[in-house]
């Protein structure tokens, strides 16, 4: 999978794939994460990217031209590998799971850093092929919203988590939270590991964390719990 960031900032980039997993993938060669800066784009001789926006609203936006120059330059340099253009946005999906999962089977994303009040709205007509939203607040721009996303959809493409840090047991994958977890010592301030995870029964502990794990997410997520049973009555499962 090749990430190509677009972005008014690309320092903000710099340490935050240098560690741990993202780090191990892009030495392996099998995420490659790479840097536009839009404002080489930009034909002003001052290398201006942004001006007033019409309707008299105040801030400033991104004008279009050094955004659809950009993308245009990125989408030939990938057009192999038939990219999406992902414009991260308030306005867009929300980012979860299900999306994760889909955008973990494309070969390339190019995922857009708006900043200021925004983009020039013909970018998104023209360019965009999904816009998607962290969450329901306001980001001074896209990069770390660009961040999350590459983080949680390199976790999901095959060869990046080794098997002891496999997705398959976290929170969502199955539609559930994760169940409570434990390490050393057993006993921790007069609270003691539950006693069947030290007893070495497979099954029997399969069983509790998985009624744990329908527990927790029952207390903890009840809009997760719902989908989750309604995913189960359609499996015929209960
Ligand atoms: C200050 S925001 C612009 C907000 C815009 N004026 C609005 O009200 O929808 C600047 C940029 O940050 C990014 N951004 C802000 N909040 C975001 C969020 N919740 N999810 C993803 N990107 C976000 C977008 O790229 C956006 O263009």
Same mark, same amino acid.
């Given at each position: 999978?090749?990430?190509?960031i677009?972005?008014?900032f690309p320092k903000?980039f710099?340490?935050v ?7 191990r ?17 930009s034909d002003?001789?001052h290398?201006?990217?942004d001006?007033y ?6 801030g400033?936006l991104?004008?279009?031209?050094p955004?659809?120059k ?6 030939e340099?990938?057009?192999?590998l *038939? /990219?999406?253009?992902?414009f991260?946005?308030?306005?867009? !999906?929300? =980012?979860?799971h299900?999306? #994760?999962?889909?955008?973990a089977r494309?070969?390339?994303?190019i ?7 925004g ?6 007509d023209?360019?965009?092929?999904r816009?998607?939203s962290?969450g329901?607040?306001?980001?001074s ?12 959809v390199s976790?999901?493409i095959p060869?990046?988590?080794?098997n002891d840090e496999?997705?398959?047991r976290d929170?969502f994958f199955?539609?559930?939270l *994760? /169940? ?6 057993e006993?921790? !301030?007069? =609270?003691?590991v539950?006693? #069947? ?10 069983e509790?964390?998985?009624q744990q794990a329908?527990?927790v ?9 719902k ?7 359609r499996?015929?499962i209960?």
């Amino acid at each position: 999978m090749i990430f190509e960031i677009m972005t008014l900032f690309p320092k903000m980039f710099d340490g935050v794939f240098e560690e741990s997993i993202i780090k191990r993938a892009c030495e392996r060669g099998i995420i490659s994460i790479h840097l536009e800066n839009i404002r080489d784009y930009s034909d002003d001789p001052h290398k201006r990217v942004d001006d007033y926006p019409y309707g008299g609203d105040p801030g400033m936006l991104i004008k279009p031209e050094p955004l659809a120059k950009s993308i245009g330059a990125v989408k030939e340099k990938a057009s192999h590998l *038939s /990219p999406k253009v992902i414009f991260l946005s308030p306005h867009g !999906e929300r =980012l979860k799971h299900a999306v #994760v999962d889909e955008l973990a089977r494309e070969q390339c994303l190019i995922l857009l850093c708006g900043r200021y009040k925004g983009i020039d709205n013909r970018i998104r007509d023209r360019y965009v092929d999904r816009e998607i939203s962290i969450g329901d607040y306001i980001l001074s721009g896209g990069e770390i919203a660009a961040m999350i996303l590459i983080d949680a959809v390199s976790r999901l493409i095959p060869g990046v988590l080794g098997n002891d840090e496999s997705a398959e047991r976290d929170s969502f994958f199955n539609g559930l939270l *994760s /169940p409570p977890q434990y390490t050393r010592p057993e006993v921790f !301030e007069g =609270l003691r590991v539950p006693e #069947v995870l030290i007893s070495g029964h497979h099954k029997k502990i399969k069983e509790w964390q998985q009624q744990q794990a329908e527990e927790v997410t029952r207390r903890q997520r009840p809009d997760l719990w719902k989908e989750y049973q309604k995913l189960m009555k359609r499996k015929n499962i209960i």
